[in-house]
Nanobody, 116 residues
Framework: QVQLVESGGGLVLPGGSLRLSCAASGVIFSQNHMGWYRQTPGKQRELVATLTTDGRTGYPDSVKGRFTISRDNAKKVVYLQMKSLRPEDTAVYYC??????????WGPGTQVRISS
């Protein structure tokens, strides 16, 4: 059974930073591309960071240069370092395998709120 538990969210001032963590179990971690997604009410879940099994990363223009994804295969943890945060980054953030249609479930997510 796949379990994903995200943590590290919170309330941050614009321009601030956060580091999110995602602990994974029940998934062959090292053999899956992993990603961070985010969702706001009424909108579809958006992929904001991808890390492939061979170490390549990918980001949409909206977060490029501000977000950095990394992973620790031994610990089965995926990280998302976020800096220069903006109010439009406010969302619930989830981690999962990429592409998402292969995912068998989602964790609870972690709320990130950027506000002054």
């Amino acid at each position: 059974q796949v379990q994903l538990v995200e943590s590290g969210g919170g309330l941050v001032l614009p321009g601030g930073s956060l580091r999110l963590s995602c602990a994974a179990s029940g998934v062959i971690f090292s053999q899956n591309h992993m990603g961070w997604y985010r969702q706001t009410p009424g909108k579809q879940r958006e992929l904001v960071a991808t890390l492939t099994t061979d170490g390549r990363t990918g980001y949409p223009d909206s977060v490029k240069g501000r977000f950095t994804i990394s992973r620790d295969n031994a610990k089965k943890v995926v990280y998302l370092q976020m800096k220069s945060l903006r109010p439009e980054d406010t969302a619930v953030y989830y981690c999962n395998i990429v592409p998402s249609y292969l995912a068998s479930g989602w964790g609870p997510g972690t709320q990130v709120r950027i506000s002054s």
